[in-house]
């Protein structure tokens, strides 16, 4: 009990001192990329694109409520920054538990308490791929090891099984806000009708992107090249020490039969995950933007290498202890390497990471939004113009005068049948959403889709 204490204790202050340094650093403004949309999402209460991250909109929903005095922006930015302490808490919490002494370690839970853990793992699991889909690899490797491990320690009925599966099934709750939202279209901007079957199949899956792929065009994946350059950020982001302490528990699992599992079951996700995202991800990595967006998804990995960093370097300093003695030494020595691989990561990364007086893209976005007539009827093409401007006019409320259509979005087939009651200056003509192909898609001229009753239109194309 007083190693679990130790381990509360140690979750909480690397959680706190993770949020203390987050918190002065988030941007107060809107930044690039699907932020001003997932805002926008949330301050609307509508559907973000596939495959709608509901979990996300209704905690940013919260966060806007909670945070009034805050900028819609700041407000879901600070909310990014808890989630991010919380996060680093849990890694902390998973290497204490894995690296732990034998009788709090998680293989030697009693049945009740691994079974506790076992469905808090279930509601987790539901919970995740409420968010972030690629996760599913991840779930898709952990719950036979879950199973596994309770039949091991008898602790596998049907009870059990029944138990875990309302738990998992009850993770997915928050999928529920999408066909609500969608059936009331009380939001003025949301993405795709989730009212039918088919609809939230659609969007769930990424059908109009591309399922477990990043984009809707097949590019082509050099799936050696794509883990090479994986490699190469591990070794930049990550610093070699990092991973030669995973390494280190890899070669520890071969001997220490009580963290084999675990680390062997941390080594196989991040491997498998690794070597799929490489064979989906249909991006050009030469192109430095469509880079930055693959780089996000290495995260996923990133944080199962860390996890193994601190166990090797646990189980290291178990081992001297063992065999050389001077307990106190090798702990500060521990305790010394582990505040020296931190400082060297913020110490990179805090210029680039500190975002707090970054606010181009808003200014950009101000910048352009007051530069148009009155009543201007505005088509946009891309997020960078798009989402910037959706969400200084629906969250901020700019230029009310305004009607934003996107171009893109306006050739699938829902797109007017759901948004043209919030856009009743305009009048949408002709045949929208024509399919040539299932991965492609074009539509009328601008001429035969839509005329308006405004008077002195001013329409504005952005690329």
Not at 31 to 59: K, M, N, R, W
Not at 65 to 89: D, E, I, K
Not at 373 to 385: A, I, N, R, Y
Not at 391 to 403: F, K, M, W
């Amino acid at each position: 009990m007083r190693a679990i204490g130790k381990c509360w204790t140690l979750t909480g202050a690397t959680a706190a001192c993770v949020l203390a340094l987050y918190l002065p650093r988030v941007p107060r403004a809107v930044s690039g990329g699907d932020s001003g949309e997932l805002i926008t999402a949330a301050c609307e209460l509508g559907v973000a694109h596939p495959p709608g991250y509901p979990l996300f909109t209704i905690l940013a929903s919260l966060a806007l409520l909670l945070l009034p005095a805050a900028t819609p922006a700041h407000a879901v930015n600070v909310l990014c920054a808890v989630l991010g302490a919380l996060a680093s808490g849990a890694l902390c919490y998973t290497v204490c538990r894995i690296a732990g002494p034998g009788p709090g370690a998680v293989l030697a839970e009693v049945v009740d308490e691994k079974k506790k853990f076992a469905l808090l793992g279930a509601l987790c699991c539901g919970l995740s791929l409420c968010n972030q889909h690629t996760l599913v690899v991840y779930v898709l490797i952990i719950i036979p090891w879950a199973l596994l491990q309770l039949y091991i320690y008898k602790g596998l009925c049907f009870s059990a099984i029944v138990s875990l599966s309302v738990c998992f099934l009850t993770g997915f709750l928050p999928y529920l806000y999408l066909p609500i939202s969608s059936y009331l279209n009380k939001a003025r901007w949301s993405w795709g009708d989730q009212t039918t079957l088919n609809g939230l199949l659609t969007h769930l899956l990424r059908a109009e992107y591309g399922t477990f792929s990043l984009a809707k065009s097949e590019g082509k994946v050099n799936l050696v090249k794509m883990l090479q350059v994986q490699c190469n950020h591990c070794v930049v982001d990550l610093s070699v020490p990092v991973l030669i302490l995973s390494l280190l528990a890899l070669l520890h699992a071969l001997f220490n039969r009580r963290c084999r599992a675990l680390v062997c079951l941390i080594a196989v996700m991040v491997s498998v995950y690794s070597v799929f995202f490489a064979w989906r991800a249909n991006l050009d990595i030469e192109n430095p933007l469509l880079l930055g967006v693959v780089e996000r998804f290495w995260l996923q990995a990133d944080a199962g290498v860390c996890v193994l960093a601190g166990v090797g370097l646990n189980l290291t300093v178990c081992m001297l202890e063992r065999w050389l003695g001077l307990r106190s030494v090798w702990n500060v020595g521990g305790w010394l390497i582990t505040a020296g691989l931190l400082s060297h990561t913020i110490h990179l990364n805090q210029r680039e990471c500190d975002q707090s007086r970054n606010d181009v893209v808003e200014r950009f976005a101000r910048e352009l939004i007051f530069s148009f007539p009155e009543s201007s009827l505005v088509l946009t093409k891309g997020d960078l113009p798009g989402n910037t401007l959706r969400y200084l006019h629906y969250c901020q409320g700019l230029r009310p005068d305004l009607s934003l259509i996107d171009q893109e979005m306006m050739t699938y087939s829902w797109y007017v049948p759901k948004l043209q009651q919030h856009l009743p200056g305009v009048k949408f003509l002709g045949e929208f959403g024509i399919q040539l192909t299932p991965k492609r898609r074009i539509a009328s001229t601008l001429n035969s889709l839509f005329s308006t009753i405004y008077t002195g239109l001013y329409l504005c194309a952005l690329a």
